[in-house]
């Protein structure tokens, strides 16, 4: 009979995150992301506060607006900043940095949308939604889109 070798447990979640953590290299990364974020979050709010007020669009039209603004802005410095040491081929990495903010802005337009129905003014639920979504953008974006390839 034959045997069959022994599988090599793969390691958990929580040990690859405790690692992942220990390693300055990510922390960088993380504050670079940040820096990055901030600048989209600055382009975001003052593009939809352009297309809300100035161009007289609904709120979910301005927020639509804006992503596509910031995230051309967050793909263009996280690539050749952020995560320059890990690049891939742009078309690749720029497919899935776009699948990964539109899931992501699929999350912020429900929050802004509900923050909006709760009776919160429109600039302010688009500022407190872009920070709520903002992990899930790090992680899709280290872990999938602009991550090393293996």
Partial sequence: MDQQPAAVPAPTLRARATQALRRRHN???LAKFCLVGASGYVVNLGVYAVLLDWANLDYRLAATGSFLVAVTNNYTWN????FRHQRGHMGYQGLRFLIVSVVVYGANLVMLTVFVEAGLGKIVS???AIVLVTPLNFLGNKLWSLGRRR
């Fill in 27 to 29: 922390w960088e990364q």
């Fill in 126 to 128: 688009q500022a407190i």
């Fill in 79 to 82: 690539r050749a900043w952020t």
